[in-house]
T-cell receptor, first 110, second 118 residues
Framework: GQNIDQPTEMTATEGAIVQINCTYQ??????LFWYQQHAGEAPTFLSY????GLEEKGRFSSFLSRSKGYSYLLLKELQMKDSASYLC???????????FGAGTTVTVRA | GAVVSQHPSRVICKSGTSVKIECRSL??????MFWYRQFPKKSLMLMAT?????????EQGVEKDKFLINHASLTLSTLTVTSAHPEDSSFYIC??????????????FGAGSRLTVL
């Protein structure tokens, strides 16, 4: 089975940095994804990690440590539009199915 | 980029009726699509894997006779909620693989369908 944990809510100020942690315990691992989801909309792909280390993509970076079952998503230079839910998802071995964490709601304040 | 279209975006129905939700891959072919369900402020829960030309694979605890899935072509999967009840009210989202990024097949999601059963 899959067990994926991430904080429920986080609040930060515009222009600041926020780090969203995700820990996972899975029966198989073939990559970790981060998605952004605005209320009532579809999740949109942000990043993917399958090897240990940091992946940087503009203002967003994602880190993975497979031995620790740990990942984080780093959002820099926060903007109001970054207020959304951020979903951590793990892919199992042998298929494309994703198991999602409950999501972290980030609120950016002026 | 890959686009997945889902229709309808919102539907309200009476208890006991059936509702069909369509999921289409617009610019790519998808032999496999996934159907998720999401409750307010909760995670996406995988319901089933839709396989083109064969039966869907349901996750444990999901009633296959309740949630009928048909994947008749490489670009269309449908989810039919049969004899809907108020507890079936939820946000249903489909997804399909269509983009390769960072060496991974990235799932693209439809915009979701909000079902309200009265």
């Amino acid at each position: 089975g899959q067990n994926i944990d991430q904080p429920t809510e986080m609040t930060a100020t515009e222009g600041a940095i926020v780090q969203i942690n995700c820990t996972y315990q899975t029966s198989g691992f073939n990559g970790l994804f981060w998605y952004q989801q605005h209320a009532g909309e579809a999740p949109t792909f942000l990043s993917y990690n399958v090897l240990d280390g940091l992946e940087e993509k503009g203002r967003f970076s994602s880190f993975l440590s497979r031995s620790k079952g740990y990942s984080y998503l780093l959002l820099k230079e926060l903007q109001m539009k970054d207020s959304a839910s951020y979903l951590c998802a793990v892919r199992g071995v042998g298929d494309y199915k994703l198991s999602f964490g409950a999501g972290t709601t980030v609120t950016v304040r002026a | 980029g890959a686009v997945v279209s889902q229709h309808p975006s919102r539907v309200i129905c009476k208890s006991g009726t059936s509702v069909k939700i369509e999921c289409r891959s617009l610019d790519f072919q998808a032999t496999t699509m996934f159907w998720y369900r999401q409750f307010p402020k909760k995670s996406l829960m995988l319901m089933a894997t839709s396989n083109e030309g064969s039966k869907a694979t349901y996750e444990q605890g999901v009633e296959k006779d309740k949630f009928l899935i048909n994947h008749a072509s490489l670009t269309l999967s449908t989810l039919t909620v049969t004899s809907a009840h108020p507890e079936d009210s939820s946000f249903y989202i489909c997804s399909a693989g269509g983009t390769v990024a960072f060496g991974a097949n990235v799932l693209t999601f439809g915009a979701g369908s909000r079902l309200t059963v009265l």
